[in-house]
């Protein structure tokens, strides 16, 4: 049992600082999820995130923003929030099982799945950004797809997000976010702005487009110099059955001055419905 109240059933994932389980409320019967900060996880820097993290969800209503509900320490001081259940797999898995390999039929069909699940992410990126908030680490782990004809995508792990009210939880020219998604200016250190998560947006669809990344290295050094260095590479040259349309507003997505990046997430969606 979590807090008394959460009945666990089995675990969902885990990493270096948390993890999540399924759980069943015991006050009402449904079936959650539930984060739970590890023990020794508890210094200022990352508790402090994962509060920021429970707050900034709650303040968003969005379709495709994962549901978050109850916050509460376990067992007198191990903090944890319940969320919903999301079934489904990230967008990693949800690309490989259903991208066509070369030479297989179905790509169109497939490409026309990404443009509906990146219009979705677009969009509540869009209701993310209004609240001014940046979420700051866009990857296809954070992004959760139920798989179907019309597969349904939901926006997650806030805890690297930056809000107008928390406080600036790391020093002043820390990288924060994952080195193959990060935004030039956010790997040169600099306070990101919402160009930066449409940066990060534009390299996560490179990678579902084309199964890999579009800057690679042998050290994450190397990666963050080819987010700051090179330019962005085309889609079509990895692989040529990227519909045009798509592979043009990836390469815009992830131009080095965020200047030349879509006007906001909203353009972007809406650019998305018409692919």
């Known amino acids: 049992m979590i807090a008394g109240r959460y009945e ?30 590890k023990p020794n996880s508890l ?5 402090g995130r994962f509060q920021r993290e429970f707050r900034v969800i709650s303040n968003i209503d969005h379709r495709n923003i ?26 990693g898995a949800w690309r490989e099982a259903f991208r066509p390999v070369e030479g297989q039929d179905g790509y169109e069909a497939f490409a026309g799945n990404v443009a509906y699940i990146f ?8 209701t993310v950004h209004r609240a001014e908030i ?9 992004i959760f797809v139920r798989p179907g004809r019309h597969p349904r995508a939901k926006l997650l792990d806030f805890g690297h997000a930056r809000d107008n009210e928390g406080e600036n939880l790391t020093q002043t020219g820390t990288v924060l976010g994952t080195a193959s998604y990060i935004a030039p200016e956010q790997a040169m250190g600099r306070t ?7 940066y990060g947006l534009g390299c996560v669809l490179y990678q ?22 090179k330019p962005p590479p085309d889609p079509r040259a990895a692989d040529p059955r990227v ?6 507003l990836c390469l815009q997505l992830m131009a080095k001055d965020p200047a030349e990046r879509p006007g906001g997430a909203q353009e972007v969606a809406d650019l998305l419905v018409a692919m």
Do not use: C, W
């Open 8 to 37: 666990v059933l089995g675990r969902l994932g885990e990493g270096v600082l948390g993890e999540v389980v399924k759980v069943r409320d015991r006050t009402d019967g449904e079936i959650k999820a539930v984060k739970l900060l």
């Open 43 to 47: 210094v200022g820097t990352t508790l």
């Open 66 to 91: 994962v549901r978050v509900y109850d916050f509460g320490m376990h067992d007198g001081g191990q903090p944890y929030f319940s969320m919903e259940l999301l079934p489904g797999s990230d967008l």
């Open 119 to 126: 219009h979705q992410v677009a969009d509540a990126l869009a």
């Open 134 to 142: 940046i979420h700051r680490d866009l990857k296809p782990e954070n």
């Open 192 to 198: 990101p702005a919402p160009p930066a998560d449409l």
């Open 208 to 229: 579902t487009l084309t199964g890999s990344q579009p800057f690679t290295g042998t050290s994450v050094v190397q990666v963050l110099m080819g987010h700051i260095q």
């Open 243 to 248: 519909p045009d349309q798509i592979a043009d």
